[in-house]
């Protein structure tokens, strides 16, 4: 009961409170504040809407180190420039957790309270969101404000705003779509007319869909990462999506869940820094005599790709095979 | 540990026979290192409990497709530390995410021996860190040749059998069950 007083008040302090860092006080809020605004244009670029904050609070759980903070499951990270690594720690507080975002260069940039965790996620909330918004699958937007990102022009500031290096072979420009991200999302943009044709949520720190939980319309479409195509693509049995850090089979005639094929864990990425975590050699077996850790190289999997790392500067260099 | 048993006692898990065998494609190579059983064809007797939790939650189709992943299953024996009424709790449908979000606890990306957890907790001067799928963060150490890993929240659990070698990966008996943040 105590824990459920104490869920209840942080969460009513975090509705009314929806972002702790000040905008107007230091250049951490400035960013913060800034990092937050869509910018996501309709028709002749005309700004069309202004996230909510406790959108941007609900946009991931972070977890103390988990290396770069542009890490999927870090979704928050997103919009606020190109592969800038950040560092980020999660602070106990009085009632619920305080995540503070740390910017190499520029000190602290947002805290917040954590919507997410607790010990009873969810509870108090709906689905984790305050009461009245929408499912935690989309960052706690009202609901309607997801669907008018669709088909809208995606902002030119938008253009360097790259998919986390995690995901970055997940979803590759091709001729047809270019992919980029923010707000906790990735948008997938049609190159013919420049508009928003697809957005995919980004992880939410680990909250899943459960069976029987219809799939969300505004993500309704085949987004299974570029790897995992080969194994699971749409046909008159089962759909496929991907969202929350999961693929999903999805049941055609009523577009509920009824399998998850695929955990995802969305942790490595060329460019960014060996996590906490994966100090263990993972490599599957088949793959050991191929890449042995040495003193040169390490090798780690994950999501079907192995990646070298150097083990001075625990930087992931490269990505060495795709095993699926 | 008050929250734990509290956050326990919010939950539960049905249990059902997991009997699925859709096996997804694996690579030959993989096939070849480690047999053909799945994970999910290879769980075992002492572990129904696990199983049909995992088949309420929707993840017996991960454990039976292509990895790999490394699993820490808790054998039956180990539900029966957690709190009166916890697994029944979990087992009920409205706490179908949060019984995903126990079991994703307990699963690894990729696939690690025994010996590898000993090796990283050997360099990391006694104690290592584990990521699961599900971004939590699990530590290990060493208790003589045993090794015993910690959730987030202060559970335990030794590894009692190691090593069960599958086409998707590798399953580690645990003789607890490690709750998430």
């Not at chain 1, 000040?22 to 913060?32: E, H, S, T, V």
């Not at chain 1, 997938?188 to 508009?195: E, F, G, P, Q």
């Amino acid at each position: 009961m105590r824990n459920w007083i104490l869920a209840a008040g942080a969460a009513a302090l975090a509705i009314t409170v929806p972002a702790l860092a000040d905008p107007n006080k230091g250049q951490g809020g400035q960013k913060a504040q800034k990092g937050t605004q869509a910018k996501v244009e309709r028709g002749g670029g005309q700004q069309v809407r202004q996230a909510k904050p406790d959108r941007a609070q609900r946009q991931a759980t972070v977890r103390p180190d988990r290396g770069r903070d542009d890490s999927p499951r870090n979704a928050k990270s997103q919009g606020r420039g190109p592969d800038k690594p950040i560092r980020s720690a999660k602070v106990e507080g009085k009632s619920r957790p305080l995540t503070v975002d740390v910017d190499r260069d520029d000190g602290v940039r947002i805290v917040r309270r954590d919507f997410t965790g607790g010990i009873f996620p969810g509870r108090g909330l709906a689905n984790g969101c305050p009461p009245g918004l929408d499912k935690r699958d989309n960052g706690c937007m009202p609901p309607g404000q997801v669907k008018n990102l669709l088909g809208a022009r995606l902002a030119d500031n938008y253009a360097s705003a790259m998919v986390p290096f995690a995901m970055r072979n997940w979803y590759p420009d091709d001729d047809r779509y270019l992919y980029r991200s923010g707000d906790g999302f990735i948008y997938r943009v049609n190159r013919s007319n420049s508009l928003v044709d697809g957005l995919i949520p980004l992880f939410g720190g680990g909250s899943y869909y459960a069976l029987g939980d219809p799939w969300p319309q505004p993500y309704d479409f085949y987004n299974v990462p570029n790897q995992y195509r080969s194994l699971w693509s749409d046909g008159e049995d089962y759909r496929y999506r991907y969202g929350e850090g999961a693929i999903y089979r999805l049941d055609p005639t009523t577009n509920a869940v009824n399998g998850i094929v695929a955990l995802l864990a969305g942790d490595l990425g060329v460019g960014s820094r060996l996590p906490m975590g994966y100090d263990v050699y993972n490599v599957p077996l088949a793959y050991r005599s191929q890449y042995a850790d040495s003193s040169d190289a390490w090798y780690r999997y994950n999501d079907g790709y192995i990646y070298q790392v150097d083990p001075k500067t625990r930087l992931i260099t490269a990505l060495i095979d795709a095993i699926i | 540990m008050r929250n734990r048993l509290a956050y326990l006692l919010a939950l539960a898990l049905p249990l059902a026979a997991c009997d699925r065998a859709d096996r997804a494609p694996g690579s030959e190579a993989s096939k070849e290192a480690a047999g053909d059983s799945t994970i999910a064809q290879g769980l075992g007797s002492d572990s129904a409990r696990f199983e049909a939790a995992a088949k309420a939650a929707g993840l017996d189709t991960t454990l039976a497709g292509p990895g790999p992943y490394t699993v820490l299953v808790p054998v039956d024996g180990a539900f029966d530390k957690l709190p009166a009424g916890a697994l029944d709790t979990l087992m009920k449908p409205e706490s179908r995410p949060q019984l995903t979000k126990v079991l994703t606890n307990h699963i690894l990306s990729g696939a690690i021996l025994a010996e590898d957890i000993a090796r990283a907790i050997e360099n990391g001067g006694g104690k290592t860190q584990l990521m699961t799928v599900g971004g939590g963060t699990l530590s290990a150490v060493k208790d003589g040749d045993a090794i015993i890993v910690t959730d987030s929240t202060g559970g335990r659990a030794r590894i009692t059998a190691p090593d069960g070698k599958h086409s998707n990966g590798v399953v580690h008996k645990i003789d607890g069950v490690l709750m998430p943040a």
